[in-house]
């Protein structure tokens, strides 16, 4: 189980938040504008009561309410960090703000203790691939099946960093 670490926030620019509850509302929204087949309310709500690292992303316009960039969801356990999920808002895509949560979400695993992180991606998003790799993931496998998919299934391409 991971614990929250609270990050120094900066109005003036974009910060990093823990996701609260009260985030669902924008994190559904943005899950909903990006993804086919995005998570549902109550697999967020589960993440964030089994104590899974979620943060957030938000603009500074605004202060602490700004709105929201991105946000993530990482599954510690023991010394591995797991992706579950990792999202940008549609107005802020191709930003860097993909690898800054990445990058923030990587030193929380670090922090808790993981000493590698895993992730499946779609063989179709090129854009989160390109991204994975140029941070340093590699391939490691495949799993069958793993996405819904508008005809049937998709594959999930496996990828690790250590």
Same mark, same amino acid.
């Given at each position: 189980m991971s614990a929250v670490v609270k990050p &120094? /926030? *900066?109005?003036?620019a974009e910060h990093f938040a823990p996701m609260q509850v =009260? *985030?669902?509302d924008e994190v559904l929204r943005i899950e909903n504008e990006v993804y086919p087949f995005p998570w549902t309310r109550g697999n967020f709500e589960d993440g964030l009561r089994a104590g899974y690292c979620a943060w957030t992303l938000r603009s500074g316009v605004g202060g602490a309410r700004g709105p929201m960039i991105a946000y993530a969801v990482v599954? /510690?356990? /023991? *010394?591995e960090a797991h992706l579950l999920n990792l999202s940008v808002a549609q107005g802020w895509? &191709? =930003?860097?703000? =993909?690898w800054r949560m990445l990058e923030?979400?990587?030193q929380q695993s670090r922090d808790h203790g993981a000493r590698s992180m895993l992730l499946e991606v779609r063989p179709s998003n090129l854009a989160a691939q390109r991204l994975y790799e140029r941070y340093g993931f590699s391939r490691i496998g495949t799993r069958r099946g793993y996405y819904p998919a508008r005809d049937g299934r998709e594959d999930a391409l496996v990828l690790r960093i250590s």
């Open positions: &120094r /926030i *900066d109005a003036s =009260g *985030d669902l599954m /510690i356990a /023991i *010394d895509q &191709r =930003g860097g703000y =993909g923030w979400m990587a």
